[in-house]
């Protein structure tokens, strides 16, 4: 790899000016141009590290973080990209406030933020809900900057939403990036991003909307395979067919895991939950009807259990290019014998690509530290620079 | 406004050696020069924020915080200010703590405190009980550093007691020396501290007791109106009425909102719980009767619901000078149609008053970081002096 | 006491490359030379801190806790360890993670240490799995580093297990030494490690063995004391023996508290529960027999209260040597008509031996910081010296 200092280089000659203190929602709102940047950014950052130069550029100031649902790798990544950077995470734990009074999210949003640099959300249970709560965080937080409530204007980030997953997403296109040995090698890969049959509850959508809605953009070839019932959200087929026009791939649609995993050469089978089921959730919480959601939790377990051959096996990595496909996994994964009796994978695929699994993981810090420090900082590659000048040392040792 | 050099040469000319290594429990403790100190390390404290310098004088040290009720606006504000100076937040959560063992407050406020410059807490809920704690732990701390057990003796800031809510009372003043144009032109001025209705639990009486302890300090005509029933502790009134001799005020109490609203400067509508109900809260607590305070609460929300016409509504509003009274609240407000059917405000009377609330709540961070500032520092106007000149960056872009 | 820089000329000369990269997990799998290391580095960083010489070697990081036990003395000790050497805490709290979906030990470890210097963790409920957890832990770690998963290799910190408790071990020693003024001065001291009464659940056994485990390696006469069904494991009564041969001191054991008493230096009457019982535990807990636990718990008080006359009272002190021995605790400690009806220890004698309990309580934080630092810092003493020159202040006052 080329030393830090070419990297930086490399980068100053991109347009940086445009991320500045914009939020990162949405990988689809943002332009390619944009998304190198945040690699390319993320690749330097994790090679100061290494090297034991801090990129440290905040004495104080605060990463807000608002998990509405579980995680531990996000929550992790997020802590460690804040402290990396100098900020200090503050949990908002909606149980622990005042908020179930029934303030706005205006009010709420502003005041949090009075010394918060990045707010990151996570949101992700409910179909049309963790977007645009997103959204209204943003706007927000810019009407306070506006009128002078806040002093700076945080920098939102989408730890997933309903949508899209990006920090994840992201995080595997480096993943990618690094595996076959740059962006450029990625034209024409075929990539299986597959449903997966798994016992536990209805995940969410956003990580294959994530993958489809960012893939097709760099030339891949990119198979969505899934029972019927199980489709993603519309709007993101849509753009990921618009986004293959554009970029020299393509986008398809099967029914048939074997067909999707035939000849790829990087899968990626996930369980999710149906669609429909997803909105009907929407409406019992719409309606306060928690006992709706555990019933259709139920139903939902009941459909899934129809179709437990969704399962990457030996036999079907067999079906892969060389029958050496690259397996992907945002983790935790069900896996068959290990965590569940069946589920998503068979546990000698599984551990024969944990170390690629996890080096996969190990890029989201470090996405997300990019876009922290996109977001923050006006002339990025000339703030790179002094950083590798200066010199400070992340530890003495 | 001055340069940060002029107020602290400013500051500089007050006796400021008063404060270091005390607690801040209750304004009416602190002379009136203290209070003066406050603000403008407060104001200093911002600018050098707003100019991008940074105020940090610890190098490391913790915070420690201990909320025994929830908080939005207070748990961040002193986050940020803890994070400002450099300090480390490390909540107690006495829920994972061992302390449900029985051991006493003088050990636990040892335990927690070997490396804590700053201990933060909240004790709202019962009369008599708040202040004593705060009290008994700057005891134990001050033996605990008297007897060499602390390599330091931390400061306590007082976030909400059953008597007082400093942080709160001394942000709002700040926001009315900067809405008036300086401390002196808030002689005179007429304020009405309101009782109004809300569907709510029966709110803490801190508030109301903040703002009539500190107000009456500084010239201004308070009124204090509320319903036969919801008087606040008498050693307030009574300190009250003592405050308005010595500065030239006047504190008047009314059972009608319409007589307190009448040619106001600035009217403060907010509930709070009836004292004589707080005062069987905390007798039901002493015998763990919590089926007592359950039921309690049920006939005070219905006592409440006597009074719904304490509202501060556009039409109130016009009683008050010229119409154009600044309306304050310590929010979350009850908004009648937005946070509730019928609550403490209208909502457009709320909503035309949204900015210079979110500015309110935006004094507290600073009003804390001033209070730890000047517990911690032995010569503030000299340390501010040397920050000033180091021109350490708060953040780097 | 002798200046820092002796101290550390005096450090200089041990062999200090033993400790690094490694964990702490049981005293009794470190060397001598390794234990007298921890000491005097705590010390040394107690020194720094006391004359306000910042010790801070991370300019960011993270240091990891993991408390499946309840804590507050051992929660506020490793957070102030990790902020005096610059790691921020975050908890890994397996409540609000996704571990619930039974995703391997294996990855968990992986997934939070990314940015880790630190691992500390409690697991102190179940006899056979505390430090088998630990060693699973750090054997993934180790595994994730050699693999080019992990930047940085992770150094854990045992904050309790279920066969030692080497945080409190540790600093219950180095409150000897300071007390008795070297540790020379321990050679033939006599401590009564004592199973006293309490009315409380089930404690631990890591205590009494950390104690016997570390303190019959210093020359010390160790008498362990308890009823009949209270002893502890085998496998440390039987290294205490060794111990005890190698460093010239004795270990013997009695079922008679007068006996332990008679002629002791030091006292450390302490309730735990029979290991019998904590067996028994443990298999309710592999079957996931929760109701099992608690009727266990339930006939274990009961077994307890036959032996309330196990208490560290008035009179059994006058049994100790000039009926003025030290008396020791880990705190909080059952005392009789303080914290519950009859306990462990006496009103009168506890409070008359609290301030040399708190401040036994308050090297812990060194004793972990020492850990840490000897964990992560290839030269301990050249980065003594370094951090001595350079003058860094903790605290700006």
Redesign the interface.
Known sequence: MSSIQEQVAFLAKRDLSSMYLQDFLLTWNKSHEELLVVFQTAEILRSM??QNI?P???????A?SN?RD????T???F??AA????L???D?DEG????A????VR??A???S??A?VIGIRDDMYIGKGHSYMKEVAQSVQQ?YD?????QRPTLVNLQCDMDHPTQSMADMLHLINHFGGIDQLKGKKIAMSWAYSP?YGKPLSVPQGIVGLMTRFGMDVSLAHPEGYEIMSEVEILATENSKVSGGSFTKTNNMDEAFKDADIVYPKSWAPFKAMEQRTDFYDNNDFEGIKELEGKLLKQNALHTDWECTEERMKLTKGGEALYMHC??A?ITG???KQGEVEASVFDRYR?PL??E??F??YIIAAMMFLG???NPAE?LD?LLNQE??????
């Open positions: 590290r290494e801090s440290r550029i905040f004495d104080s100031g605060l807000i998990f579980n995680s531990t790798r929550r992790f990544s802590a460690s402290n990396l950077l100098g200090q995470v503050q908002l622990k406030s005042q908020i009074h029934g303030e706005t009010e709420t502003n005041m949090i009075f010394m640099d306070g009128e002078g409530v806040l002093e536990s983790l935790p069900d290990v965590s569940c170390v996890y080096k993981a190990s989201k810090p923050r900082v006006k703030m002094l400070a040392r992340r530890t003495a040792h």
